[in-house]
């Protein structure tokens, strides 16, 4: 079925300010709450929301199989479900809709008072109802980095890194949509000169910058997905903020690794870009070398051009960018990803997200966490305000944003935010 929403000749009806992370050619989905306190599920173009609920009662997808409630649910889960086909569809029908040429929406008042919202009339939501998580560690130079500061520059990378993509399961109940407060999360931290454990607010609150993907019902238990098939399971990307507690982390991860140091918050941008939309954002990935086994062999371009940025904004300050990254630096793809999760004959199920581990670049600016940015603490960083940081401070707002960019066309993910509160006494 072809990519006709992708067309970048396409223009819309709709007003879509210059710079826009949401041109025509990228139709996201999400969740929102509407200025009638309904929710409902939706598509972005410019600055506008589109209510696909209301389209869809109103007949705009006649002709394509979809239950009758489809796009009025809290979660994208069941749309999911139905597979790429359905979503390719949707996609392509809606920018139909939307074309300048098109009059059938264009002209009728009454339809557009229905179904457009500006964006100060929703509130956005958690897109998907994420039953699993899963955590990959997949950034060469992140792990490099990450070993360096713990081990030493020569035994940086554990023997199996390079031969498996590693991960673990995460806590899907603290997963929150961009725009959430964080609180400060309290937890044991390594005894100090012969004493006993410590207690307390973390010291050491760091972000981490990754994507995550979210997938549709792939398998059933005991059957695993080849390599080659991954892509019709991923239904899109959303930028994802793992915040860290670098301290209660490094108490307790020994011997089953990660828990209440990464338990406590993630956070994603509420707008799900779906695979289709990258689709010329595709870019071959970092040399492999050793070979991966044949199950982790892929052909053509599996990584994606993808531009990440980070800031940080003191509270009633200005914001300073403290990183750039991408998302083609990644060692192991998503389709690897994938293919190893289920190798084993794991399920996996509509609505799964899994994330990329920290992105961290080649250079210093380009490292995705404070832990690599300021060296363990070592060499804080100044922001535009003067002031320094290590790690994240209280009122602090962390900000990611991310996109495609190429000299026909922008694909974005706008913002992922979220503000760290104080710890809650005990």
């Known amino acids: 079925m072809p990519l006709s929403a992708n067309d970048p000749s396409k223009k819309t009806w709709l007003n879509v300010p210059a710079g826009s992370d949401f041109p025509i050619q990228n139709i996201p989905f999400g969740v929102f709450l509407t200025r009638d306190d309904v929710i409902t599920i939706g598509t972005r173009i410019g600055d506008t929301a589109i209510d696909l609920g209301a389209l869809h009662q109103l007949g705009y997808f006649d002709g394509i199989e979809l239950t009758d409630d489809i796009f009025l649910q809290d979660s994208l889960n069941d749309f999911i479900a139905d597979g790429r086909k359905t979503w390719r569809l949707v996609r392509n029908r809606i920018s139909d809709i939307f074309l300048e040429s098109n009059p059938a929406l264009r002209d009728h008042s009454a339809h557009k008072k229905t179904v457009l919202f500006g964006l100060d009339e929703i509130e956005m939501q958690l897109p998907v109802d994420v039953g699993d998580y899963t955590d990959f560690y997949a950034s060469k130079e992140h792990a490099t980095n990450v070993g360096s500061l713990f081990r030493d520059p020569e035994h940086a990378l554990l023997p199996n890194w390079l031969h498996i993509p590693i991960g673990y399961h995460g806590r899907s109940s603290s997963i929150v949509p961009s725009g959430t407060p964080i609180r400060r999360p309290n937890g044991q931290v390594a005894p100090k000169e012969g004493n006993g454990p410590g207690f307390g607010p973390t010291k050491l609150l760091d972000f981490e910058l990754e994507m995550a993907f979210i997938t549709t019902a792939a398998n059933d238990l005991g059957k695993p997905i080849p390599i080659e098939e991954t892509a019709e399971y991923i239904f899109g990307l959303v930028l994802f903020n793992d915040w860290s507690a670098r301290d209660i982390q490094g108490w307790e991860y020994v011997p089953l ?123 804080p960083l100044t922001l535009s305000d003067g002031t320094k940081r290590a790690f994240i401070n209280d009122g602090d707002t962390v900000i990611m944003r991310g996109y495609c960019e190429n000299d026909q066309v922008r694909i974005g993910f706008g913002e992922c935010t979220g503000e760290v509160l104080p710890a809650r006494p005990l």
């Open 257 to 379: 690794g990660p828990f209440l140091g990464k338990n406590f918050a993630s956070t994603i941008s509420p707008w799900i870009v779906t695979l289709d939309a990258l689709n010329s954002f595709r870019v071959s990935g970092p040399k492999q070398d050793p070979t991966p086994l044949p199950y982790l062999q892929q052909e053509g371009a599996h990584n994606y051009d993808i531009h990440l940025q980070a800031s940080i904004k003191p509270h009633g300050g200005e914001e300073s960018l403290v990183c750039h990254s991408n998302f083609k630096y990644m060692y192991w793809s998503m389709a690897q990803q994938l293919a190893h999760h289920t190798v084993n004959g794991c399920n996996v199920r509509s609505g799964d997200m899994m994330g990329s581990g920290t992105i961290s670049g080649p250079t210093p600016d380009s490292y995705g966490s404070m832990l690599e940015l300021s060296w363990k603490g070592q060499r």
